[in-house]
């Protein structure tokens, strides 16, 4: 079973949509849990980090169930600039405190 | 303010040549990792380095060496290259080791093996 799953899409939705991603981790141990994107053939960059009581940053909201060890990403009123790969992100305290990345979701806004 | 700096950008390889990519970063950061991305695989850690001087195994380490003689430098490099080390390798670094901390990543290398 892989650490860190997510759905690798595509979601193709229209321009304002709302969509959301979700993302599993195994670990319980897990301690830090973050939303990085991914445009095509760029490096990673951190979209938000995700807090236990949820945290909102403009359109963007991540969620946090540990108890059922799942992560999400609400993005509304969707851009096309959104058109990205989103890779969930957790820390594995097994490794030392580094991060270990989902496969990524792939979000296409479309006009 | 450059921040991750990898060279080169793009690399094509025979089997069983050698080749070193290079990171640099202008932050001090402590903390500098070198990933590789596979399709449908998220990124995975090949080796890493807490500070000048030191390097540590990853989740794939096998086929790879990799040094930090300066702490702005971490180099990674390929003994003899394999079709199975064609990837995308991004550098990252980080200031230190701290579980909230993000990630500062390079721009990536695009390395095939033939």
């Known amino acids: 079973r892989k650490e860190v799953e997510q759905d690798p899409g595509p979601f193709n939705v229209p321009e304002g949509a709302t969509v959301a991603f979700n993302c599993t981790y195994s670990?319980?141990?897990?301690?830090?849990f973050f939303w990085y994107r991914q445009d095509c053939r760029k490096e990673p960059k951190l979209l938000m980090s995700?807090?236990?009581s949820g945290n909102e940053d403009g359109r963007f909201t991540a969620q946090l169930n540990r108890a059922s060890q799942y992560i999400s990403l609400l993005i509304r009123d969707s851009k096309l600039s959104d058109s990205a790969t989103y890779l969930c992100?957790?820390?594995?305290?097994?490794?030392?405190?580094?991060?270990?990345f989902g496969a990524g979701t792939i979000l296409r806004v479309k006009s | 303010n450059a921040g991750v700096t990898q060279t080169p950008k793009f690399r094509v390889l025979k089997t069983g040549q050698s080749m070193t990519l290079l990171c640099a970063q202008d932050?001090?950061?402590?903390?500098m990792y070198w990933y590789r991305q596979d399709p449908g695989m998220g990124l995975r850690l090949i080796h890493y380095?807490?500070?000048?001087?030191?390097?540590a195994k990853g989740e794939v380490p096998d086929g790879y060496n990799v040094s930090r003689l300066k702490k702005q430098n971490f180099l990674l490099g390929l003994e003899s290259a394999a079709p199975s080390q064609t990837s995308v390798y991004f550098c990252?670094?980080?200031?230190?080791?701290?579980?909230?901390?993000?990630?500062?990543f390079g721009s990536g290398t695009q390395l095939s093996v033939l």
């Open positions: 990252a670094s980080s200031p230190d080791g701290h579980p909230s901390r993000k990630l500062f």
């Open positions: 670990n319980s141990a897990s301690q830090s």
């Open positions: 995700v807090y236990s």
């Open positions: 992100v957790v820390n594995i305290e097994e490794y030392g405190n580094k991060l270990v």
């Open positions: 932050m001090n950061h402590e903390y």
């Open positions: 380095s807490v500070g000048e001087g030191t390097t």
